[in-house]
């Protein structure tokens, strides 16, 4: 059965950090290709970032480059979303999301003062 448990969420002020983690079980998490969507209220989810099964190649939305970084680890299983410099605008329902079609509950980011 395969699982996808994010974590990491919560509430930022403007120009913080968080850390989201996405625990993958169920399958061969090395096979698969994995990304991050958020979802906005009354919007549909959006790509974030992917990464490759190696994690040698990432691709970023115009709207986090350069202020979020994806990265994985294939031997705990995990891939993570680190996000820097956050605005309000990022505030939403952070998703990861395998290759194959598997999505995750969600956790959610609040960027507020």
């Known amino acids: 059965q395969v699982q996808l448990v994010e974590s990491g969420g919560g509430w930022v002020q403007p120009g913080g950090s968080l850390r989201l983690s996405c625990a993958a079980s169920?399958?061969?998490?090395?096979?698969?290709?994995m990304s991050w969507y958020r979802q906005f209220p009354g919007k549909e989810r959006e790509l974030v970032a992917t990464?490759?099964?190696?994690?040698?190649?990432?691709n970023y939305a115009d709207s986090v480059k350069g202020r979020f970084t994806i990265s994985r680890d294939n031997v705990r299983n995990t891939v993570y979303l680190q996000m820097n410099s956050l605005k309000p605008e990022d505030t939403g329902v952070y998703y990861c999301?395998?290759?194959?079609?598997?999505w995750g509950q969600g956790t959610q980011v609040t960027v507020s003062s």
């Open positions: 990464i490759s099964v190696t994690g040698g190649i990432t």
């Open positions: 169920g399958f061969t998490f090395s096979r698969d290709a």
């Open positions: 999301k395998t290759s194959r079609g598997y």
